[in-house]
Nanobody, 121 residues
Framework: QVQLVESGGGLVQAGGSLRLSCAAS????????MGWYRQAPGQLRQVVAT???????NYHGSVKGRFTISRDYTKNILYLEMNSLKPEDTAVYYC???????????????WGQGTQVTVSS
């Protein structure tokens, strides 16, 4: 089992910065891919950024160039550096992780509890 705990959310002014952290514990060595998702009121959960096992990253178009996802393999922490924040970034941000699985098994998926990010105009 893997446990994910997010931290770093809060209230910031538009144009400000915030750094989210996701600490993984348990069988964290089994984690392959990780990512950040967000969900605003009345909207579906949306992918923000992902980092794959080969180190490649992907970003939603709305955050590309402003957010940076990174992973500390030693400390088992996933980060999301958020710069030039906009009110549209306001949402609950969730940490996500996929574990290992041999084909055709579906890899286990884990979610954090979420952390609120509010950007004032």
């Amino acid at each position: 089992q893997v446990q994910l705990v997010e931290s770093g959310g809060g209230l910031v002014q538009a144009g400000g910065s915030l750094r989210l952290s996701c600490a993984a514990s348990g069988s964290s060595s089994d984690i392959i891919n990780m990512g950040w998702y967000r969900q605003a009121p009345g909207q579906l959960r949306q992918v923000v950024a992902t980092i794959l096992r080969d180190g490649s990253t992907n970003y939603h178009g709305s955050v590309k160039g402003r957010f940076t996802i990174s992973r500390d393999y030693t400390k088992n922490i996933l980060y999301l550096e958020m710069n030039s924040l906009k009110p549209e970034d306001t949402a609950v941000y969730y940490c996500n992780a996929y574990g290992q699985a041999d084909w055709p098994q579906t890899p286990p998926q884990y979610w954090g509890q979420g952390t609120q990010v509010t950007v004032s105009s």
